[in-house]
C-alpha cells in the first residue's frame, strides 16, 4: 500500500469516529430515522470533501515518492503534515457539527430553549478538541512510519524541529483526562436542563456520557500509546543490533522531539563506532592490531615502554634461490599467505607482530599488551610456525622452511620515524639476539633456537635440547643456546 493510500485512509477514519459518536446520540435519544440521512451526509462530507483535501495536503510528499518532486518540498510537508492535518479535519468538523446542531437540531429536535446555545457550542467544542486530538496522534504516528520508509529507502533521516514530548503529554492529558472531566461538568452544570428536552432521563444521560466518555478515552489511548511506542521500539531495535556486533544499525529519526534527539545522537554514536572501527581495522594494516587498539585507546598517543619482553624472529630458508625466476606478484601472493599463517599463530599465543622485513618477521610478546606467560607463549608459537610450515605448502604449492629464533630481555617500544610517517616497532640487545639465533640455526642444523633467558621463564612442559654455550655476535659472553624438540615431553633434555 502507497503512503499516499495510507494518508487517505487515516484521514477516512475522521468519518467513522464521528458517524459512531453522532450515532450513539441519535440511538439514546430515539432518533433512529435520522439516521438515514446522518449516514450520508457524513460520507459525503468526511469521505469525498475530506479526501479532496486531503489529496491537496500530501501531494507534494506523493510527487516525491513517485519521483516527480523535490526533496526538500516534500521534506518540509512532512514536518508540517500533522498540523496541517489536524487543522484540515477540525475545519471540517466545525461546520458539520454546526449545520447538525443548528439546522438539523438532530441532538434536540424540535427544542427551542434558550440554554441550547451554550449546548451546542459546548459539544462543538468538546467533539472537536476530541477529533483534533485523535487526528494528531493518528497522522503523527503516520508520518513516524513515513519518515522510517524515508530513511529505509532513500536513507534520509528527518530533520529535528523542536518539538517536546512534553506536548504529546499535553495532548494525551486532554484527550484522557480533560475531555471526560468536561463531560462530567457540563451534565451537570449545562446539560441539565437539555435532558428533559431529549427525552434523556438521568440515568440514561449518564450512560450516555459514559460511552461517550470512554469512547474518545480508549481511542485516545490506542492511537497516544502506539504514537509514543513505535520511535521507542525503533530504537531499541537498533540499540540491539550494535549490542550484536551490527555497526550498520542506524535507527530512523521518527519524531522531532527528545525521542528524535536521542535517536540522531544514537546515530552519531553509531557512525563514530563505525569510524572507529574502521580506523582499526585500516590502521591495524600497517601496524600491530593490538596497538592500534591501544592508540585508539588513548586518542592517538602511544607512549614509548621499556619492558621485560620475549622476541620471536623468524626467516625462510634459502628465499632467494626459491624466488629465482618467479614473477614478482607471485613472489608476493606468496608471501602474503605465508605471513598471514604465521600472524594467525602469533595472534593465538598473544604475540604482536611488529614487522615484516623481505621474507623475515619480528614478533614480540608481553608489550605492549602484557602477557604475564609470554616465554612460554612465544616457545609454543614457534612450535606451532614449525609445524605449521611443515605441513603446508604456499603460493604455486612451494614449501618454505623457516628458521626461528626466540630471546627474551628488555626492551625498548614506540612510534618512530618522521613528521607523519610513524612505525611502532622494538629495539634493544634482545631483539638483536632473537635475530642472531635465527641465523644460527643454519649452522646448527636446527629449526628453532632458544637462549636460556627464555627457557627458564618457560611454564609448560615442553622438551628442550641444550646445545651448549654459543659466541653470539656483539655479545661478549657466550649464551647457553637450546633447541625444541616437542611439546609436553617434560622438562630439558
Known amino acids: 500500500m502507497s ?87 477540525v475545519t471540517l468538523l466545525v461546520p458539520m457539527m ?45 508520518t513516524a512510519q513515513l519518515k522510517g520508509e524515508l530513511f529505509r529507502r532513500y536513507g534520509i533521516s528527518a530533520m529535528l524541529a523542536g518539538g517536546r514530548v512534553m506536548y504529546k503529554f499535553l495532548a494525551a492529558f486532554i484527550a484522557v483526562g480533560v475531555l471526560p472531566i468536561s463531560l462530567a461538568f457540563l451534565e451537570a452544570f449545562v446539560f441539565m436542563d437539555i435532558r428533559p428536552l431529549q427525552g434523556l432521563s438521568s440515568h440514561r444521560a449518564f450512560l450516555l456520557d459514559l460511552a461517550l466518555a470512554s469512547f474518545m478515552a480508549l481511542t485516545a489511548l490506542f492511537f497516544i500509546q502506539r504514537n509514543l511506542k513505535r520511535p521507542l521500539d525503533s530504537l531499541l531495535f537498533s540499540l540491539n543490533r550494535v549490542a550484536g556486533g551490527d555497526l550498520d544499525a542506524k535507527a530512523p529519526v521518527m519524531t522531532d522531539d527528545e525521542i528524535g534527539a536521542l535517536t540522531v545522537n544514537f546515530n552519531r554514536m553509531v557512525d ?41 624472529y623468524t626467516d625462510i630458508a634459502g628465499f632467494t634461490t626459491i624466488c629465482e625466476g618467479m614473477a614478482p606478484e607471485r613472489v608476493v601472493a606468496m608471501l602474503n599467505e605465508y605471513f598471514s599463517a604465521l600472524v594467525e599463530v602469533t595472534h593465538r599465543y598473544k604475540g604482536v607482530v611488529t614487522q615484516f622485513q623481505g621474507d623475515a618477521l619480528l614478533a614480540v610478546y608481553n608489550i605492549p599488551i602484557e602477557d604475564a606467560n609470554h616465554a612460554t607463549d612465544a616457545v609454543l608459537s614457534a612450535l606451532e610456525i614449525r609445524k605449521v610450515v611443515s605441513q603446508r605448502r604456499f603460493g604455486d604449492g612451494i614449501k618454505l622452511p623457516t628458521r ?38 643454519k649452522k646448527m642444523g636446527t629449526t628453532i633456537l632458544v637462549s636460556d633467558y627464555t627457557r627458564e621463564l618457560v611454564r609448560k612442559d615442553i622438551r628442550f635440547e641444550r646445545l651448549g654455550k654459543m659466541e653470539i655476535r656483539g655479545k661478549t659472553e657466550p649464551l647457553i643456546v637450546y633447541t625444541v624438540s616437542t611439546e609436553r615431553d617434560g622438562g630439558v633434555a
Not at 441532538?107 to 462543538?124: A, E, V
Not at 639476539?433 to 635465527?438: D, G, K, S
Open 3 to 89: 503512503p499516499r493510500t495510507r494518508y487517505l485512509l487515516s484521514m477516512a477514519s475522521l468519518s467513522p469516529v464521528h458517524l459512531t459518536i453522532v450515532a450513539a446520540v441519535m440511538a439514546t435519544t430515539d432518533q433512529f430515522e435520522r439516521l438515514t440521512f446522518a449516514i450520508p451526509a457524513n460520507l459525503a462530507w468526511f469521505i469525498v470533501v475530506n479526501l479532496i483535501g486531503a489529496w491537496f495536503i500530501f501531494r507534494p510528499i506523493d510527487r516525491f515518492f513517485r519521483g516527480e518532486g523535490g526533496r526538500d518540498s516534500a521534506l518540509r510537508r512532512i514536518r508540517r503534515l500533522t498540523p496541517l492535518s489536524v487543522a484540515w479535519g
Open 404 to 441: 626461528i629464533g626466540v630471546n627474551t630481555g628488555t626492551v625498548v617500544a614506540g612510534a618512530v620515524g618522521a613528521g607523519d610517517r610513524l612505525s611502532y616497532t622494538v629495539h634493544g640487545d634482545a631483539v638483536n639476539v632473537a635475530a642472531r639465533l635465527e641465523q644460527m640455526n
Open 272 to 312: 563514530g563506532l563505525n569510524e572507529r572501527e574502521f580506523l582499526r581495522e585500516t590502521f591495524g594494516r600497517y601496524v600491530p592490531e593490538e596497538v592500534a587498539k591501544v592508540i585508539l585507546a588513548n586518542r592517538g598517543m602511544l607512549l614509548p615502554q621499556r619492558r621485560y619482553a620475549t622476541i620471536l
Open 98 to 142: 454546526s449545520f447538525a446542531l443548528f439546522v438539523l437540531q438532530v441532538f434536540c429536535p424540535g427544542c427551542d430553549h434558550p440554554s441550547l446555545l451554550s449546548f451546542r457550542l459546548s459539544m462543538i467544542v468538546v467533539l472537536s478538541v476530541f477529533c483534533g486530538t485523535f487526528l494528531y496522534f493518528l497522522i503523527d504516528d503516520f
